[in-house]
C-alpha cells in the first residue's frame, strides 16, 4: 500500500486558510463604489448563515401637529421627513436586536415637492441620510435605489424608505 506523505508546513497553511476563509464567510462584505466617497454601496455580499429581515415601508409621522395632517407642513421638507423617517425605522432596528449597521438595502421613495417645481429634493434627502450612513460612528453602508413617485398614501408624505437587515 502506497504512503502518503503531507507536508507539515502545507498543511498547517491549508488549516489557517480554512480558518480564515470560515470566519470571513460568516461577515458581510461591502463593495465600496470605486473612485467615489458617494455615501452608497456598490455591492453587499450577504453569507449563507444570515437571516435577512426585510422591513416594511416607513413613512414620517407628523411633527407640527396644529398643521393639517395631510399637508407637507404636518410633516416638514424633505429632509425633515427623511430624518424622521430614518429615526423610526432606527426604532423598529433597535426593536429586533438591529441598529443602522445592520442595513444591506433601502428603496427610497421620494414625492416631488410643491417648494421645488414638482422636483424631488434630492439634495434635502441626502441632507438627512448621511446623518445616519457613512459617519463616523456609523460607516456601513446599504446599497440603495432612489425614485420619483408620483404620490404616496397621504398627500403630505414627500419620503417613504424601506429596508432589508441581515442578522449574522
Do not use: C, W
Given at each position: 500500500?502506497?504512503?502518503?506523505?503531507?507536508?507539515?508546513?502545507?498543511?498547517?497553511?491549508?488549516?489557517?486558510?480554512?480558518?480564515?476563509?470560515?470566519?470571513?464567510?460568516?461577515e458581510v462584505i461591502r463593495h465600496k463604489i470605486p473612485g467615489t466617497?458617494?455615501?452608497?454601496?456598490?455591492?453587499?455580499?450577504?453569507?449563507?448563515?444570515?437571516?435577512?429581515?426585510?422591513?416594511?415601508?416607513?413613512?414620517?409621522?407628523?411633527?407640527?401637529?396644529?398643521?393639517?395632517?395631510?399637508?407637507?407642513?404636518?410633516?416638514?421638507?424633505?429632509?425633515?421627513?427623511?430624518v424622521n423617517v430614518l429615526q423610526g425605522i432606527e426604532q423598529s432596528?433597535?426593536?429586533?436586536?438591529?441598529?443602522?449597521?445592520?442595513?444591506?438595502?433601502?428603496?427610497?421613495?421620494?414625492?416631488?415637492?410643491?417648494?421645488?417645481?414638482?422636483?424631488?429634493?434630492?439634495?434635502?434627502?441626502?441632507?438627512?441620510?448621511?446623518?445616519?450612513?457613512g459617519t463616523a460612528q456609523q460607516p456601513l453602508l446599504p446599497t440603495?435605489?432612489?425614485?420619483?413617485?408620483?404620490?404616496?398614501?397621504?398627500?403630505?408624505?414627500?419620503?417613504?424608505?424601506?429596508?432589508?437587515?441581515?442578522?449574522?
Amino acid at each position: 500500500m502506497p504512503r502518503s506523505f503531507v507536508n507539515p508546513a502545507l498543511a498547517a497553511s491549508l488549516g489557517i486558510f480554512m480558518l480564515l476563509a470560515q470566519a470571513n464567510a460568516s461577515e458581510v462584505i461591502r463593495h465600496k463604489i470605486p473612485g467615489t466617497d458617494f455615501p452608497v454601496a456598490l455591492a453587499i455580499e450577504i453569507p449563507a448563515n444570515a437571516t435577512l429581515v426585510n422591513f416594511s415601508g416607513a413613512v414620517p409621522s407628523v411633527i407640527h401637529a396644529n398643521q393639517d395632517k395631510t399637508s407637507v407642513a404636518a410633516y416638514g421638507d424633505t429632509q425633515a421627513q427623511t430624518v424622521n423617517v430614518l429615526q423610526g425605522i432606527e426604532q423598529s432596528l433597535k426593536s429586533l436586536g438591529m441598529g443602522m449597521r445592520d442595513v444591506v438595502k433601502m428603496q427610497v421613495y421620494l414625492v416631488g415637492d410643491p417648494a421645488k417645481q414638482g422636483h424631488m429634493d434630492f439634495a434635502g434627502f441626502m441632507q438627512g441620510y448621511t446623518r445616519f450612513f457613512g459617519t463616523a460612528q456609523q460607516p456601513l453602508l446599504p446599497t440603495r435605489s432612489v425614485f420619483q413617485v408620483a404620490g404616496l398614501a397621504n398627500p403630505g408624505y414627500l419620503v417613504e424608505i424601506e429596508v432589508t437587515a441581515v442578522r449574522p
